[in-house]
């Protein structure tokens, strides 16, 4: 299995009023894990699209285990999980401070080309 870890700073726009991060955007944080696990691969996205290759979320899955807030270091461990003929399947375990465990959870990714 490839994994790969990346660490972000939990951004104020990213938060709610009190500071914590709205539900919605550990999405975005998969999808930096994701981007940068494929990076680390040697396969950057955006090299991909030009072929016209386009990797689509089919679904998500998501459990919250506790609050990220403002400032937090957030350490995106993502791992491949399943590959399929036109699918792949990530997994991801996202910690805070004190390796925290905040959210884990999976997408699913369909390739579509672009051509048809």
Known sequence: MIEHAVTVRVRY?????????????YLHYFEEGRTELLRAAGVAYSDLEKKGVFLVVTGADLRYRAAARYDELLRIVTRVAA????????????????????????????SVDASK
């Open 13 to 25: 726009g990213e938060t709610d009023q009190m500071g914590v991060v709205y539900h919605a955007n």
């Open 83 to 110: 590959v399929g003929k036109a699918s792949l399947r990530f997994e991801y375990l996202i910690r805070g401070e004190g390796d925290r465990l905040l959210t884990e959870g999976a997408t699913d990714l369909a």
